[in-house]
């Protein structure tokens, strides 16, 4: 069966089309946007209203490019940006009645457990053991734990690559005076839920921070999904591309990865930080990184 998942993230907004057959998804088109949607979420309480007009375009776009698949069931979920947000149902509201797409929006819980299937659901033979699965976003971290395939506690913190880069870094280059207080902050955050991190004996990685990481280690010329899938963070490579891009101008990084960096050079350092620091406490050295993410949970479901 041919389905269609939209994931309106508080950076992104990414589109998936795919068919299922018995719960394994062959992807037939993806596509991502950068409105970045949370932009000063944190500190004004609403969407921005430019982010929103763009991201109304991408789903008008997204819309079209569906609608030469035929009809097709299409499920549209928002995250962090649109939860948190004052005028979040407004925007509902509105996207409706441009586009006809009724969105769901998660609950950091939802979020986490659709992001654990459809993490999984991109990887093989990642279902046998003890399994933790780091989502981050644009205004939110999702950490799920499980095993054989089945989730068994996990947790939505508000610690996000958009959020923390205008509560801690600006823009960069960023010192390491400003990535010391952000790492202290992301502690402090991570220390107030209580999860069995040192128990995963793997961790897997979904969304920008990790899929770009991947993309820069292999030194990747075009986004692919098959070469990016199963790649093989160590803390070792984010301690060398936190150096490396710490001295960077967000120009800088555009010019030299501009497939990846497009939209995403601003915040990538939280990132970076957020994802070393949940492998630090987990006792863990390394991620392997999935393609999967919200999208294909739902589209599962």
């Not at 499920?75 to 996207?95: I, K, L, P, W, Y």
């Not at 734990?145 to 690559?161: K, Q, R, T």
């Not at 990481?213 to 490579?237: F, G, M, P, W």
């Not at 150096?243 to 990846?260: A, D, F, R, Y």
């Amino acid at each position: 069966m041919m389905k269609a998942a939209i994931d309106i993230g508080s950076n992104t907004l990414l589109l998936l089309i795919a068919e299922i057959s018995d719960g394994k998804i062959e992807v037939l088109h993806e596509e991502q946007q950068v409105p970045r949607l949370g932009k000063g979420v944190d500190k004004t309480g609403a969407l921005n209203i430019e982010s929103m007009e763009i991201a109304l375009n991408g789903l008008m776009h997204y819309k079209r490019v569906i609608d030469t698949y035929g009809e097709i069931p299409v499920v549209v979920t928002a995250t962090s940006a649109v939860r948190d947000a004052s005028n979040g149902v407004a925007f509902q509201e509105r996207v409706f009645e441009e586009t006809g797409f009724r969105f769901k929006i998660l609950s950091g819980d939802e979020e986490a457990r659709v992001t654990y299937q459809g993490a999984l659901s991109m990887l093989d033979g990642h279902r046998e053991t003890s399994v933790g699965v780091i989502d981050i976003g644009g205004g939110s971290t999702e950490v799920a734990i499980g095993s054989n395939g089945e989730l068994a506690d996990y947790h939505s913190f508000n610690i996000g690559c958009v959020r923390f880069t205008e509560r801690y870094l600006g823009n960069p280059p960023v010192s390491q005076a400003l990535r010391e207080d952000c790492r202290v902050a992301i502690r402090e955050e991570l220390s107030k839920v209580s999860l069995p991190l040192s128990d995963c004996q793997k961790w897997c990685g979904v969304a920008g921070t990790v899929t770009s990481l991947a993309y820069l280690l292999q030194n990747l010329t075009e986004y692919s999904t098959e070469k990016i899938n199963n790649t093989v963070i160590s803390r070792a490579d984010l301690s060398y591309w936190e150096e490396k891009l710490g001295n960077l101008t967000v120009q800088e990084m555009e010019q030299n990865w501009p497939i990846v960096m497009k939209g995403r050079a601003d915040i990538f350092m939280a990132g970076i930080l957020i994802l070393d620091e949940i492998l630090r406490i987990s006792g863990s050295d390394e991620i392997v990184v999935s393609t999967g993410g919200v999208r294909h949970g739902m589209i599962l479901q």
